[in-house]
């Protein structure tokens, strides 16, 4: 049996490990990455302007900056977030550098374990399975100039697509599949990244003390969600009583609300 991928204990386990680490980093961006150093909860000091933010995972080598982040719950600023973590390992990196120019190439993986909410410019809601931010140059002609080489990848694997790219479903459905099938869970076992992840978070190789600590977290994510579930019934029974006071009808009112329509008309009493 697997451990959930969606716990941030066995998360940081998984993708803590060196040679885990370097089979993601060849899957998804087609380079050998050799990791000198892993750290989890890494902050930067003296801190970058005035947001406190730290890293899941963060990795380094000789020539590479890796940052991997887990998203469990969706907030609609998601990728805003994931990409100030990415320029922030860059800013940090032109803070201590002669010039400007980054010693490192930074690669910044983030891992979504749940459906994407969040809407495009024009209002389009995003549905795809791999999402990519290089911050190269391009020309009129769309030729691109690999100038900076910094890239940022979003991964969700609510939108696995038959096209979806094998390397990359490798990955997207272990952890589906830790999440939603963990007892028999269909894995891609050719691939030795993933094999290895396999055997890191088998239940059965878990210590005690990771197993405390994985129930842990998984009490604090359950009150965390029942304290938003709550923080979001709140609101829609404020948007309901501003509604009833316009003279808005029951129906409406539960469209936009989310509410029942029985709910609305206790609330009208």
């Known amino acids: 049996m697997l451990g959930n991928l969606d716990n941030e204990v066995i998360f940081k386990k998984a993708f803590t490990n060196k040679f885990v680490l370097k089979c993601l980093v060849k899957d998804l961006f087609g380079i050998d990455f050799e990791p000198e150093t ?13 947001i406190d933010f ?3 995972i963060f990795a380094e080598s000789k020539d590479k900056r890796i940052v991997v982040e887990i998203q469990k719950v969706d907030y609609d600023y998601n990728f805003d977030r994931f990409l100030l973590y990415h320029n922030m390992a860059i800013a940090e990196m032109q803070r201590t550098s002669k ?39 391009f020309d009129l002609n769309g030729k691109q ?14 939108h696995i697509k038959d096209s979806t790219p094998e390397g990359y479903k490798d990955w997207l459905n272990l952890v589906k599949e830790s999440i939603k099938n963990p ?36 009490a604090a994510e359950s009150a965390k969600e029942i304290y ?23 129906k409406f009112i539960a469209e936009i609300t989310g509410l029942t329509i029985d709910q609305v008309q206790e609330l009208r009493k």
């Not at 400007?100 to 209002?123: E, H, L, N």
């Not at 028999?184 to 691939?191: A, K």
């Not at 923080?231 to 009808?249: C, R, S, V, W």
């Open 99 to 137: 010039e400007y120019k980054t010693d490192k190439v930074v690669y910044t993986i983030a891992v979504f374990t749940s459906k994407y909410v969040a809407k495009d410019r024009k209002g389009t809601l995003i549905d795809v399975d791999i999402l990519f931010h290089y911050s190269n140059l």
């Open 38 to 50: 892993v750290e989890t909860e890494k902050r930067f000091e003296p801190k970058i302007s005035y």
């Open 183 to 218: 007892k028999n869970p269909v894995l891609n076992l050719n691939n030795q990244g993933i094999k290895k992840v396999a055997e890191i978070i088998d239940f059965d190789q878990l210590t005690p003390e990771e197993m405390r600590e994985t129930k842990n977290s998984n």
């Open 228 to 250: 938003e579930q709550e923080a979001q019934k709140h609101k829609q029974i404020e948007i309901a009583k501003n509604t009833i006071k316009k003279g808005l009808d029951n």
């Open 145 to 158: 100039y690999d100038i900076f080489g910094h890239k940022l990848i979003y991964l969700n694997h609510n």
């Open 54 to 56: 730290k890293y899941d």
